[in-house]
């Protein structure tokens, strides 16, 4: 039996029964160095993955998830002091980020010239977040980059945590991500909960509801000064 299949063009690997994850990791992180667009799993859903200092690998994320350029993309990385090559992070706003890193948060920062404005929708501001999950941490290790964190369907469509239905959606679709890693139908789950730090009075975008229950802690553990 092949440890690897190909759906319509799209590889696709399974890290649940029969395919290495260590392998998986270096396999996606080659993929993202040559400019392709990975699906992976988070501690959410699935995300697309692309190197953020990629313009054309940028484009084809936006292309693939007939996604609006005026809309920006969420960007994953692998530790803080990765975060501060991207997005100006002080001493205060760094103790937030360690409250909350790894896990369900999103952070929106303001941006270092390195980024670029195709990334951000033309903002000077960056949403980062570190996801709590062994995949992701492990291709970011391998990568030793930051990746783009969107979700894995089309713009404006329901969300799925279901690779079959993932790899079904965009079979459809003239243009395709390059490489799946399956991790199995991923725990129901909402998308992260997204926390504004560009000014000193942090403020909460979106809530995921698991959250909500925290939400005194939360609010308690955002304050800057």
């Given at each position: 039996?092949?440890?690897?299949?190909?759906?319509?063009?799209?590889?696709?690997?399974d890290i649940r029964n029969n395919f290495s994850p260590e392998l998986a990791s270096k396999e996606a992180a080659l993929a993202l160095l040559k400019g392709r667009v990975v699906v992976y799993p988070t501690d959410t859903l699935y995300g697309l993955g692309v190197n953020v200092f990629d313009t054309e690998a940028v484009r084809k994320i936006f292309a693939l998830k007939k996604r609006s350029q005026k809309?920006?993309?969420?960007?994953?990385?692998?530790?803080?002091?990765m975060a501060k090559a991207l997005a100006v992070i002080d001493k205060p706003r760094e103790k937030?980020?360690?409250?909350?890193?790894?896990?369900?948060?999103?952070?929106?920062?303001?941006?270092?010239?390195?980024?670029s404005f195709l990334v951000t929708a033309g903002r000077n501001s960056i949403a980062l977040r570190i996801p709590d999950h062994y995949f992701c941490q492990s291709v970011m290790a391998d990568f030793e980059g930051p990746i783009t964190a969107t979700s894995a369907n089309i713009s404006g469509e329901e969300t799925s945590n279901d690779p079959r239905e993932i790899m079904e959606r965009f079979n459809r679709?003239?243009?395709?991500?390059?490489?799946?890693?399956?991790?199995?139908?991923?725990?129901?789950?909402?998308p992260s909960t997204i926390i504004d730090l560009t000014t000193d009075n942090p403020r909460i975008l979106r809530i995921n509801p698991t959250n909500k229950v925290n939400l005194l802690n939360i609010l308690e553990a955002m304050q800057v000064k």
């Amino acid at each position: 039996m092949s440890l690897v299949i190909s759906v319509a063009g799209m590889k696709v690997l399974d890290i649940r029964n029969n395919f290495s994850p260590e392998l998986a990791s270096k396999e996606a992180a080659l993929a993202l160095l040559k400019g392709r667009v990975v699906v992976y799993p988070t501690d959410t859903l699935y995300g697309l993955g692309v190197n953020v200092f990629d313009t054309e690998a940028v484009r084809k994320i936006f292309a693939l998830k007939k996604r609006s350029q005026k809309k920006p993309l969420p960007v994953m990385v692998s530790s803080i002091s990765m975060a501060k090559a991207l997005a100006v992070i002080d001493k205060p706003r760094e103790k937030i980020l360690k409250n909350f890193w790894p896990g369900p948060f999103t952070f929106i920062l303001k941006k270092k010239p390195v980024v670029s404005f195709l990334v951000t929708a033309g903002r000077n501001s960056i949403a980062l977040r570190i996801p709590d999950h062994y995949f992701c941490q492990s291709v970011m290790a391998d990568f030793e980059g930051p990746i783009t964190a969107t979700s894995a369907n089309i713009s404006g469509e329901e969300t799925s945590n279901d690779p079959r239905e993932i790899m079904e959606r965009f079979n459809r679709e003239n243009i395709r991500p390059d490489l799946m890693i399956d991790g199995g139908v991923l725990p129901e789950s909402d998308p992260s909960t997204i926390i504004d730090l560009t000014t000193d009075n942090p403020r909460i975008l979106r809530i995921n509801p698991t959250n909500k229950v925290n939400l005194l802690n939360i609010l308690e553990a955002m304050q800057v000064k």
